[in-house]
């Protein structure tokens, strides 16, 4: 079993930068895949970025590409999610999840593949 705990939410004007964290403790049989992913109020949850188990493939929404960077602390058991130039229509509460079933770029954001979730971390955008 693994436990996820997102932190870093907070309040942001439009413009602003953000960094999240999912740290992960417990045993897992093996490596994880992490995903990022928010959901706005009145809307369905949406995948925003994915690291592989091996770090070298990462994915992103087309909404976040270029503004938003995922990276991995191995040493430190901990996913971030480094977010730039913010837009009010981010705010949502952001998930981190952990899965070992691949993906590709088709379909990595799609929830089935997780399978342990955090509580989520709040992001507001306003002025």
């Known amino acids: 079993q693994l436990q996820l705990v997102e932190s870093g939410g907070d309040l942001v004007q439009p413009g602003g930068s953000l960094n999240l964290s999912c740290s992960i403790s417990?045993?897992?049989?093996?490596?994880?895949?992490v995903g990022w992913f928010r959901q706005a109020p009145g809307m369905e949850r949406e995948g925003v970025s994915r690291?592989?188990?091996?770090?070298?493939?990462?994915h992103y929404a087309d909404s976040v590409l270029g503004r938003f960077t995922i990276s991995r602390d191995r040493a430190k058991n901990t996913v971030y999610l480094r977010m730039t130039n913010l837009k009010p229509e981010e705010t949502a509460v952001y998930y981190c999840?952990?899965?070992?079933?691949?993906?590709?770029?088709?379909?990595?954001?799609?929830?089935?593949?997780?399978?342990?979730w955090g509580q989520g971390t709040q992001v507001t955008v306003s002025s």
């Open positions: 690291i592989t188990a091996t770090d070298i493939t990462k």
């Open positions: 999840a952990a899965g070992e079933k691949g993906a590709s770029s088709r379909d990595w954001w799609k929830e089935e593949l997780y399978d342990y």
């Open positions: 417990g045993f897992a049989r093996c490596a994880q895949h």
